[in-house]
């Protein structure tokens, strides 16, 4: 059903028992698909550097691997679920980030999704922007061929289909925080919710 579920844009499959355990959520009525050829993600805001890399190019750079339980704020889980990629923080010290910086948010290419992070937030070791999940290059349907992957906290903090990092001044709250959900998404710390900690 895991295989079926990567395909179904409904998510109706994420109904079914054993379907795969990952529900299909997206805030628009359709995504493109973006392939190693024109997928390009940008770094930019308050930086020395600013960088756009492409999917091979991040890559290229020293990878990370964490398994870790997914939980989502609706009150699924999946555990152990192995992400890989580069840690955030490797991004944001390349593009040197300047004095006064306090944040970061996350856009998609979706052209909807963004999410935000404290730059404290943004500099664990346990944040991703990730390529790889069960092991596989990540699927379109589970946000890929990039997305970031916030291991502690709720699952809607880790955006799909990400295409823009910028560093700015000041937390700016993502698509579901300005309808309501918590800026700070701590898995068993937020949203009125005890789930055990992912981490």
Known sequence: MG???????TGLTGLLPNGGGFRYYSVTTSVPEKTAADYRLTVDGLVDRPATY????LKALPQTRMVRD??????????????????LSALLDAAGVRPGAKAIRFTC???AYSESLTLEQARRPDVLVATRMRDE???????????????PMYFYKSAKWLSGITVTDSV??????ELGY?????????????DAPTV
Do not use: I, M
């Open 182 to 194: 918590d800026v700070d998404a701590w898995v068993g710390r937020s949203n009125g919710r005890d």
């Open 54 to 57: 492409t999917l091979d190019s």
């Open 109 to 111: 290419f979706d052209g």
């Open 137 to 151: 290059p990540l699927a379109h349907a589970h946000g890929g061929p990039v997305r970031l992957y916030v291991a």
């Open 3 to 9: 295989a079926v579920a990567d395909k179904d844009p």
């Open 172 to 177: 700016r709250p993502g698509y579901w925080e």
């Open 70 to 87: 997914v939980q989502c704020v609706t009150g699924w889980r999946v555990p152990e679920t192995p992400f890989e990629g580069v840690r």
